[in-house]
């Protein structure tokens, strides 16, 4: 399983990067791009800070992970159908390629993340590291986890409807905007609480900016919702995983 892993690894990293000499600086180009947009707005508005945190920072940190989320989502989703020629190998499991995509895109995170910070750090002076390491990885680990559990569960229903890939591009763009992303749950009335808190990408950003910055503190967040949804999510997509794995296979 380790060498397949490894093979499918290589091959994804050809696949998208190969090509394109341009395809790693993209990577990090992209969600720096986006986030400077909107630190510019926030700028001309006359605010330098969000909750404390200075606004490059806040929506680098925030752009990233709600990207780690949605292209975890997306890619492991797609993984199994994107690769239905190689399950006639002996060798290759279904679950290989959904590993292999999950394994670059939160390599791919962190190291854009070290990236990004790491240049704010040297060249505006923010402090770029974690105050709370634990608590930083812990909420990441949980967003990460959760997106998995979910994609796995796509690759199920992409079998049945696969028009279901439509479906979910369609609602990626409203989930950017009810995310937290570009604001914290404090700059809202509380009175639109129990309507935002459904969503999980919302209680991760917020727990995760509370383990990064020492400033952040955030009276929405429940890390408890986000065990709980993935344990039904995972329950879920086990089950879904297996029952289907005939089917991944028979292509």
Same mark, same amino acid.
């Given at each position: 399983?380790?060498?397949?892993?490894?093979?499918?690894?290589?091959?994804?990293?050809?696949?998208?990067?190969?090509?394109?000499?341009?395809?790693?600086?993209?990577?990090?180009? %992209?969600?720096?791009?986006?986030? *400077?947009?909107? @630190?510019? =707005?926030?700028?001309? +508005? #006359?605010?330098?800070?969000? &909750?404390?945190?200075?606004?490059?920072?806040?929506?680098?940190?925030?752009?990233?992970?709600?990207?780690?989320?949605?292209?975890?989502?997306?890619?492991?989703?797609?993984?199994?159908?994107?690769?239905?020629?190689?399950?006639?190998?002996?060798?290759?499991?279904?679950?290989?390629?959904?590993?292999?995509?999950?394994?670059?895109?939160?390599?791919?995170?962190?190291?854009?993340?070290?990236?990004?910070?790491?240049?704010?750090?040297?060249?505006?002076?923010?402090?770029?590291?974690?105050?709370?390491?634990? %608590?930083?990885?812990?909420?990441? *680990?949980?967003? @990460?986890? =959760?997106?998995?559990? +979910? #994609?796995?569960?796509?690759? &199920?229903?992409?079998?049945?409807?696969?028009?279901?890939?439509?479906?979910?591009?369609?609602?990626?763009?409203?989930?950017?905007?009810?995310?937290?992303?570009?604001?914290?749950?404090?700059?809202?009335?509380?009175?639109?609480?129990?309507?935002?808190?459904?969503?999980?990408?919302?209680?991760?950003?917020?727990?995760?900016?509370?383990?990064?910055?020492?400033?952040?503190?955030?009276?929405?967040?429940?890390?408890?919702?986000?065990?709980?949804?993935?344990?039904?999510?995972?329950?879920?997509?086990?089950?879904?995983?297996?029952?289907?794995?005939?089917?991944?296979?028979?292509?």
């Amino acid at each position: 399983m380790k060498d397949t892993v490894f093979a499918l690894f290589i091959r994804e990293l050809r696949t998208r990067f190969g090509g394109n000499r341009l395809g790693y600086f993209w990577a990090i180009a %992209e969600p720096a791009g986006q986030a *400077a947009v909107f @630190a510019i =707005l926030f700028s001309i +508005i #006359g605010r330098e800070s969000i &909750s404390g945190v200075p606004v490059p920072v806040f929506m680098i940190t925030g752009m990233l992970t709600f990207k780690l989320f949605t292209k975890l989502l997306t890619q492991s989703a797609n993984a199994v159908i994107s690769n239905k020629g190689l399950m006639t190998y002996r060798q290759v499991e279904p679950i290989d390629p959904v590993l292999t995509r999950s394994i670059i895109e939160v390599t791919t995170y962190f190291v854009v993340l070290a990236i990004l910070m790491g240049l704010m750090g040297w060249f505006l002076s923010y402090d770029i590291f974690p105050d709370d390491l634990l %608590e930083f990885l812990l909420a990441i *680990a949980s967003l @990460a986890s =959760l997106s998995l559990a +979910i #994609g796995m569960i796509l690759c &199920s229903v992409l079998e049945f409807w696969p028009d279901a890939n439509r479906f979910l591009t369609v609602i990626m763009t409203p989930l950017l905007f009810i995310s937290g992303v570009f604001y914290s749950a404090s700059m809202l009335p509380q009175q639109y609480w129990p309507y935002l808190s459904w969503n999980p990408i919302f209680h991760g950003l917020e727990l995760m900016r509370e383990g990064y910055f020492s400033e952040y503190r955030s009276d929405f967040a429940d890390p408890v919702y986000l065990i709980e949804l993935n344990l039904v999510f995972w329950a879920l997509a086990l089950s879904l995983f297996k029952l289907n794995r005939p089917r991944f296979i028979s292509g």
